[in-house]
């Protein structure tokens, strides 16, 4: 079964800080990692990783894959109260039925103090 | 582009009623994917939908549960005898493509009391 592992759960920082929130996968037809944000609402989309070695890059945020290790990171630098979230980190692959099935960790709750 | 809605946000049913969530794609969407978060868990796939076809179920309860996108409206998820364990947010997302790079809906939150 595919599995998808977050870490740490959760953590508190202090505005201004720089977390990095890991994703380790183990996914059967691996195509791409997604990072989502997750307020009290829908997820939103934040990165897609294809290929190792090749960091993306959105103001603060910045993600990198290594398909060797099956690992990715998330970086926030210069943390704000705004990046307070649960950040969700899933793996698509292709499952054979005819459509692209994301796997998803159960997330790392972000919680910036001011 | 008013993105991915889905109605209700909240719903409370008693243990065997039925709960009936919906979703509208984005516009352009034809592909919509119905997931799962447990209290305490990731979100987890159920179903996955093309107009008036249900393309992938494995990750639909055998009992109980279906799909449908028909040709005009939007999808709905059904939930029939609705039981303790139901209770989850169930979101929905839309895609122009099968590529996996999905908008999500803010979610039904069902509550079965």
């Known amino acids: 079964e595919d599995k998808v592992v977050q870490s740490p759960l959760s953590l508190v920082v202090h505005e201004g800080d720089t977390v990095t929130l890991n994703c380790s996968y183990e996914?059967?037809?691996?195509?791409?990692l997604l990072w989502y944000k997750q307020e009290k609402k829908a997820p939103t989309f934040l990165f897609m990783l294809?290929?190792?070695?090749i960091e993306k890059k959105s103001g603060r945020l910045s993600s990198i894959l290594d398909k060797k290790e099956l690992f990715s990171i998330l970086n926030i630098t210069a943390t704000q109260t705004g990046d307070s979230a649960v950040y969700l980190c899933a793996g698509t692959a292709y499952s054979g039925a005819g459509s692209y099935q994301l796997t998803f960790g159960k997330g790392t709750k972000l919680s910036v103090i001011p | 582009n008013a993105g991915v809605m889905q109605n209700p946000r909240h719903l409370v049913r008693r243990r065997g009623q039925e709960a009936r969530l919906r979703c509208s794609p984005m516009?352009?969407?034809?592909?919509v994917y119905w997931y799962r978060q447990l209290p305490e868990e990731g979100l987890k796939f159920m179903v996955y939908l093309q107009k008036e076809n249900i393309i992938d179920e494995s990750g639909m309860p055998k009992e109980r549960f279906s799909a449908e996108f028909p040709k005009e409206g939007p999808s709905i998820l059904r939930i029939q005898q609705v039981v303790r364990g139901d209770s989850a947010a169930y979101f929905c997302a839309s895609s122009p493509e099968e590529t996996g790079g999905y908008t999500f809906g803010s979610g039904t939150r069902l509550t079965v009391v």
């Open positions: 996914v059967t037809n691996f195509r791409s």
């Open positions: 516009k352009g969407h034809s592909h």
């Open positions: 294809t290929s190792s070695g």
